[in-house]
């Protein structure tokens, strides 16, 4: 077995085990006696009150609950210098694809403006 076979291995067992320990975690708050829970993607899972103030309040208070959990459960992941080689990678190319769509909805825009403005030009009702 290869030195790169083994790191990707080790590093597979490494993203194992923090997807196992992100899926474990829960983040609870509580405000005014309201409780809010939520999970590892912060959805909300249950939740206890009347007052819509006071629920985004205990929503806030369970992600802020749950956020050192999650970050102890990343701390090795993010350690590893090939998670940390694939993240930079993968967020430049967020970065570039997000550039990109608003690109495409720019052009998309002025193709409709272009549209628009002809049909003007010529009479809607005109062939």
């Known amino acids: 077995m290869s030195i790169r076979h083994n ?30 829970t939520v999970d590892a993607e912060n959805r909300l ?4 009150v009347h007052d819509e103030a006071t629920i985004l309040a205990a929503y806030q208070a369970a992600i802020l609950d749950k956020q050192p959990r999650f970050d102890d459960a990343m701390r090795e992941l993010r350690a ?3 998670f940390e080689a694939t993240s930079t990678f993968v967020e ?4 570039r694809r997000e550039t990109e769509n608003v690109q495409q909805q720019r052009n998309f825009e002025e193709d409709d403006d272009q549209y628009f403005a002809d ?9």
């Open 119 to 127: 049909r003007n030009r010529q009479g809607w009702l005109d062939r």
């Open 80 to 82: 590893d210098p090939s």
């Open 92 to 95: 430049a190319n967020k970065a």
């Open 45 to 48: 899972l249950s939740i206890t």
């Open 7 to 36: 790191n990707f291995d080790e590093l597979g067992a490494k993203v194992q085990r923090a997807q196992q320990a992100l899926q474990q975690i829960r983040g609870v708050g509580v405000v005014n006696g309201i409780r809010v």
